[in-house]
T-cell receptor, first 114, second 111 residues
Framework: DGGITQSPKYLFRKEGQNVTLSCEQNLNHDAMYWYRQDPGQGLRLIYYSQIVNDFQKGDIAEGYSVSREKKESFPLTVTSAQKNPTAFYLC?????????????FGPGTRLTVL | GIQVEQSPPDLILQEGANSTLRCNFSDSVNNLQWFHQNPWGQLINLFYIPSGTKQNGRLSATTVATERYSLLYISSSQTTDSGVYFCAVERWDFGNEKLTFGTGTRLTIIP
C-alpha cells in the first residue's frame, strides 16, 4: 500500500524537551512538507523540502528543525525554543517540481506539552 | 502572500440537502485543492482543480481562475459528509512554493 505514515499518533512532552516526529512516504515523491494545525484553524507551513538534502523555511519555522537525508523520510524536531508546541502536526508529500503538485497528507501526530 | 477566504464558516444541514461551499483567493494560482478533514483529523483529498470543473460521485467542484474563486458542491448530503472542508492554493513563485490554506467550512449533517 502506497502512502504516508506518521509516528507516533500521540506524543506527550515535558517543557524543555526536544521531540522528533517521524514522517515516511513510499510514493516516490520528491517534495515533502510539514504543517501545524491549531484548534479551529487552517494549516500553516513549517518547513518543506523539494529534494533530498535541501529544505526551506515555511511561515512558522522558528523553534523547529528538519532534515532530509533520504527521499522517503522527512523528520521534524520540535525544540524547546518553540513557545507553544501543543498542536496537531501533519506531514504531506507531492511529486514536486515538473509534475502535478497535488499534495497528499499523512494521518498526523498530536503533540501535547505537559 | 496569497489570502484565502472560505464561506460560510459553519453550515448545518439536514441529511439529503445540497450545499455549496465557496473559496475566494487574492491572486492568480497554479494549484487549488479541496480537502475534507474527518473527525480524526485525516485530510482527505477531494479535488485537484486549478481551473475547470470536476465531478466525483455526489461531489463536484468548479474553479473560475480568472475571477479567483472556487466552489465545492455536495449533493444529497450524508452524515459521513460532516467535518471541515478546506480549500488550499499554491502559486509557483520560485522559493515560495507552498499551499496556503483557508480557515475552512465546518459542515454538520443532521440525520
Amino acid at each position: 500500500d502506497g502512502g504516508i505514515t506518521q509516528s507516533p499518533k500521540y506524543l506527550f512532552r515535558k517543557e524543555g524537551q526536544n521531540v522528533t516526529l517521524s514522517c515516511e512516504q513510499n510514493l516516490n515523491h520528491d517534495a515533502m512538507y510539514w504543517y501545524r494545525q491549531d484548534p479551529g484553524q487552517g494549516l500553516r507551513l513549517i518547513y518543506y523540502s523539494q529534494i533530498v538534502n535541501d529544505f526551506q523555511k515555511g511561515d512558522i519555522a522558528e523553534g523547529y528543525s528538519v532534515s532530509r537525508e533520504k527521499k522517503e523520510s522527512f523528520p521534524l524536531t520540535v525544540t524547546s525554543a518553540q513557545k507553544n508546541p501543543t498542536a496537531f502536526y501533519l506531514c504531506a508529500s507531492s511529486i514536486g517540481r515538473g509534475g502535478i503538485r497535488e499534495q497528499f497528507f499523512g494521518p498526523g501526530t498530536r503533540l501535547t506539552v505537559l | 502572500g496569497i489570502q484565502v477566504e472560505q464561506s460560510p464558516p459553519d453550515l448545518i444541514l439536514q441529511e439529503g440537502a445540497n450545499s455549496t461551499l465557496r473559496c475566494n483567493f487574492s491572486d492568480s494560482v497554479n494549484n487549488l485543492q479541496w480537502f475534507h478533514q474527518n473527525p480524526w483529523g485525516q485530510l482527505i483529498n477531494l479535488f485537484y482543480i486549478p481551473s475547470g470543473t470536476k465531478q466525483n460521485g455526489r461531489l463536484s467542484a468548479t474553479t473560475v481562475a480568472t475571477e479567483r474563486y472556487s466552489l465545492l458542491y455536495i449533493s444529497s448530503s450524508q452524515t459521513t459528509d460532516s467535518g471541515v472542508y478546506f480549500c488550499a492554493v499554491e502559486r509557483w513563485d520560485f522559493g515560495n512554493e507552498k499551499l496556503t490554506f483557508g480557515t475552512g467550512t465546518r459542515l454538520t449533517i443532521i440525520p
